[in-house]
């Protein structure tokens, strides 16, 4: 039961002879970093590397269902990224609109169910509006859910979730009994998620940056030297192979 809900692949805990993984990831997360340098090294505007990073989503998130990946969550916008200069940090934020836009349509079509997890109370108006458009159109959708990061930060996403049980146990609704692995799980921001199996983080930087602490505590790691406008379906393709590869442990033996 334990395994089950750390991951829904944990089957090969309970097959002993299993070597690796076998198995195709049901949740990849993506770090889509390198979009600035790819612009710089073009001799292009930052901003023109994030509007090319912007035409790679559909692609890959096309290919991780033909995969048979369940769920694909991007890391968009982070709570660090307002630290940006202005001009960028407004282009970023007028992306959800153009990609409602330009992007949605084709993957509304191929029955794509889009969620947003963060602080969107904070950003503009014009982003939440897109935001929620992009949401609703798609709601009805049972394929893959692609689950956009957006003014997301781990940290913050552990204390908000420290609060809202705190909450609970001083109205009396719960006992710090209560509080386990699974309980703690479902007041995330990811609480309708399964836990990524696979974390990818493109242009050859090898850190976490603040995106989901708590649920890739398990998953494994692949990091592409590759700049995210220039990611294809090939390494794609090489992430889930090595994923495939490796054998997962949960901690056990
Ligand atoms: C952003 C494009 C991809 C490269 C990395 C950063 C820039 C898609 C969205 C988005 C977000 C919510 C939504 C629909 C689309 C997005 C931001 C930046 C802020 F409902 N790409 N993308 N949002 N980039």
């Given at each position: 039961m334990f395994?089950?809900?750390?991951?829904?692949?944990?089957?090969?805990?309970?097959?002993?002879?299993?070597?690796?993984?076998?198995?195709?990831?049901?949740?990849?997360?993506?770090?889509?970093?390198?979009?600035?340098?790819?612009?710089?090294?073009?001799g292009l505007p930052r901003v023109a590397g994030h509007r090319e990073g912007m035409k790679v989503i559909h692609k890959i998130a096309e290919h991780a269902k033909a995969h048979g990946v369940g769920y694909v969550t991007l890391y968009a916008f982070s709570t660090e990224n307002w630290k940006r200069p202005k001009g960028e940090v407004d282009f970023l934020l007028r992306l959800p609109e153009r990609f409602l836009n330009v992007e949605l349509p084709k993957l509304h079509e191929n029955n794509v169910q889009v969620r947003i997890m963060g602080t969107t109370e904070e950003l503009p108006k014009h982003t939440i509006q897109a935001v929620r458009k992009a949401v609703e159109k798609t709601s009805q959708n049972d394929g893959l859910v692609l689950n956009f990061a957006l003014n997301y930060?781990?940290?913050?996403?552990?204390?908000?979730?420290?609060?809202?049980?705190?909450?609970?146990?001083?109205?009396?609704?719960?006992?710090?009994?209560?509080?386990?692995?699974?309980?703690?799980?479902?007041?995330?921001?990811?609480?309708?998620?399964?836990?990524?199996?696979?974390?990818?983080?493109?242009?050859?930087?090898?850190?976490?940056s603040n995106f989901m602490l708590w649920q890739l505590a398990y998953s494994e790691f692949y990091f592409a030297?590759?700049?995210?406008?220039?990611?294809?379906?090939?390494?794609?393709?090489?992430?889930i192979e090595v994923y495939k590869s490796r054998k997962r442990r949960y901690g056990g033996v």
């Open positions: 395994e089950r809900f750390i991951n829904q692949n944990a089957w090969t805990l309970k097959t002993e002879e299993a070597e690796t993984n076998a198995t195709t990831p049901s949740h990849i997360a993506i770090i889509m970093d390198g979009n600035g340098r790819w612009a710089k090294n073009k930060g781990g940290r913050f996403e552990i204390i908000e979730a420290v609060r809202k049980i705190s909450a609970k146990v001083e109205k009396g609704e719960l006992t710090t009994d209560h509080i386990n692995d699974y309980l703690f799980s479902e007041h995330l921001m990811s609480h309708s998620l399964p836990d990524p199996d696979l974390l990818i983080r493109t242009s050859g930087e090898i850190r976490l030297d590759v700049l995210w406008p220039d990611f294809t379906k090939g390494h794609l393709d090489e992430a």
